[in-house]
């Protein structure tokens, strides 16, 4: 028996209870009707002639609901004579190829079959102008060559920079559609200008694309679409702060906290950026992003595996704390550092400790958590950042649950169950 082995076969687990959190949750129960009327209300329509090639964007993100908005939109654009398409739209995501963007859209569901009309993907962009702070303008050269471009993205936080505009259309049109290139330039003097730098590339976007409009999506805590907005070009720029503090306002938390280990046991570019959000757990990768009060106190994050949809991209793994050989062997370069090459954002793509099973990267930051008791670690464990109604907590933290209006205790305690290789068995 090696040294970790040694070291580590004597930390204690707790025993866990599982609880309920809740949320505001407001929502939409009709998707299809509340979209198709916002979009028929909204007059990006009244420009779209018969044979009009129009280019609708396809995002990295995990978005709820997006292939079928996608289909909408497409139907509905058909529908009035034209021939749409889908272009991804996700800067230097897929591995900065085309074949890997076009993957990414299908791994989301976002399929030809499903929404019925084209992928084309291609990373070659074309120079459209010069933004007023001399950055060159790029952006795909599918969509500029088209006749016109509707944008479709969920306005969020973003989890690298704080400012009226952070991920939503602005940033999509100038990063996303901006592809590899653009997005490295609009990267390239780092987040402390991130903003800056996207309303300058729009601007020049703006005035020089056949924007025909943005579908605008906000998601409550549940990651369910809870606001639909069909913007014209004009407007996108004076209602995108407004749902920008929405999402804001709806952003999910732990309830409970602060903690001395939180168990994450997925992340992948699918859940977020950084493989996870940011927010939930209060780990950042830049500094422009300023502490909050309300952001949770975590001394250690252990991450378990990658996302199947997520192909090796470990972004955001360097921002943790303990790992385990599972994802290591799953961590793919190639997938993986194109978008750290492109942000300039060193940290997260750095390997955290390595071990070799579930087991023992949870003991590890147990120890390491600087407790004196280690029977008394203050431990959370959830499915990913976009699944936090049900989790587990140690059950030391029983009381303060119970105490909690958020908060019902389901069941437990009970002891977590692992296999012959020392790996929890999911059981969410």
Same mark, same amino acid.
Not at 32 to 45: A, D, M, V, Y
Not at 100 to 127: D, W
Not at 398 to 403: K, N, R, V
């Given at each position: 028996?090696? +040294? ?14 599982? #609880?309920?959190? %809740? ?58 004579? /034209? ?14 190829? /085309? ?43 599918? /969509? ?46 780092? +987040? ?5 730098? #996207? ?95 309300? *952001? ?61 099973? *579930? ?29 936090? *109604? ?11 649950? %119970? ?26």
């Amino acid at each position: 028996m090696g +040294f970790i082995d040694e070291n580590l076969k004597h930390i204690p687990l707790p025993r866990m209870v599982r #609880i309920q959190q %809740q949320f505001e949750r407001p929502r939409i129960d009709d998707i299809s009707r509340e979209f198709l009327i916002k979009l028929r209300n909204s007059g990006t329509l009244s420009t779209v002639r018969k044979g009009m090639r129009i280019a609708i964007t396809g995002g990295s993100r995990g978005i709820s609901n997006l292939p079928l908005f996608l289909r909408l939109l497409a139907d509905e654009l058909k529908n009035n004579g /034209a021939i749409p398409f889908i272009v991804p739209a996700m800067g230097s995501h897929g591995g900065a190829t /085309a074949e890997g963007q076009r993957e990414l859209l299908e791994r989301m569901g976002i399929t030809e079959k499903y929404v019925g009309i084209p992928i084309q993907s291609s990373m070659e962009t074309v120079q459209i102008g010069t933004a007023s702070n001399g950055l060159p303008v790029f952006v795909d050269k599918l /969509a500029w060559e088209a006749d016109g471009i509707f944008l479709v993205n969920r306005i969020k936080p973003h989890v690298g920079f704080r400012g009226r505009y952070e991920s939503g259309l602005i940033k999509m049109l100038a990063i996303g559609l901006g592809k590899q290139h653009g997005a490295e330039i609009c990267h390239q003097l780092g +987040f402390g200008r991130m903003e800056e730098n #996207i309303l300058a590339i729009v601007d020049v976007c703006l005035n020089r694309c056949q924007i025909l409009g943005g579908i605008a999506l906000v998601e409550n805590p549940y990651h369910e679409t809870c606001k639909i907005e069909v913007l014209r070009k004009e407007e996108i720029i004076k209602r995108e702060p407004e749902l920008q503090e929405l999402s804001k306002k709806l952003l999910p938390k732990i309830h409970i906290h602060p903690l001395d280990v939180l168990v994450i046991d997925e992340i992948g570019k699918n859940i977020g950026g950084t493989g996870f959000d940011n927010n939930v757990v209060g780990r950042f990768h830049t500094p422009y992003v300023l502490p909050r009060p309300e *952001d949770p106190k975590i001394s250690r994050i252990v991450a378990l595996d990658l996302t199947s949809e997520t192909k090796g991209n470990a972004n955001g793994l360097g921002i943790l704390d303990f790992t385990t050989q599972r994802v290591f062997d799953r961590f793919s370069m190639e997938e993986t550092y194109p978008n750290c090459l492109t942000s300039t954002v060193t940290a997260s793509v750095k390997i955290p400790m390595v071990l070799k099973n *579930d087991l023992q990267a949870i003991q590890a930051a147990i120890k390491t958590s600087n407790i004196i008791d280690f029977t008394t670690v203050r431990l959370a464990r959830i499915k990913n950042t976009l699944a936090l *109604d049900v989790i587990e907590i140690s059950e030391n933290l029983i009381g303060e649950a %119970q105490g909690n209006p958020f908060v019902e205790v389901l069941h437990g305690p009970y002891t977590w169950n692992f296999d012959t290789e020392g790996n929890l068995k999911k059981e969410w």
